[in-house]
Nanobody
Framework: QVQLVESGGGLVQAGGSLRLPCAAS????????MGWFRQAPGKEHEFVAA????????YYADSVKGRFTFSRDNAQNMVYLQMNSLKPKDTAVYYC?????????????????WGQGTQVTVSS
């Protein structure tokens, strides 16, 4: 059974930073590719970032490229999303997810396991 627990969300002013940890309870964590998605009220899940099993390859949505950094610590079964230069449009619930399928890294249907999410609110 896979469990993912996100934390680190909160209220921050525009231009500020937040770091979102996600703890994974899964066997062979270092074999799984991971992703971050976000969902704003009334909208579908939006791809934010993805990372390879080793952490050597990362992928970002254009909207966050250069501001967000996705990293992982396989020894601790953790992934992190460092978010800098936050904007009000980044406001959403952020989810980490385990990618188990062979589909595109930016497609939420490629991910089978999801955390409960953590709210990020950026004020102007």
């Amino acid at each position: 059974q896979v469990q993912l627990v996100e934390s680190g969300g909160g209220l921050v002013q525009a231009g500020g930073s937040l770091r979102l940890p996600c703890a994974a309870s899964v066997r062979s964590f270092n074999m799984y590719r991971m992703g971050w998605f976000r969902q704003a009220p009334g909208k579908e899940h939006e791809f934010v970032a993805a990372i390879s099993w080793s952490g050597t390859s990362t992928y970002y949505a254009d909207s966050v490229k250069g501001r967000f950094t996705f990293s992982r610590d396989n020894a601790q079964n953790m992934v992190y999303l460092q978010m800098n230069s936050l904007k009000p449009k980044d406001t959403a619930v952020y989810y980490c997810a385990v990618r188990t399928r062979s589909g595109a890294y930016y497609n939420p249907r490629s991910y089978d396991y999801w955390g409960q999410g953590t709210q990020v609110t950026v004020s102007s």
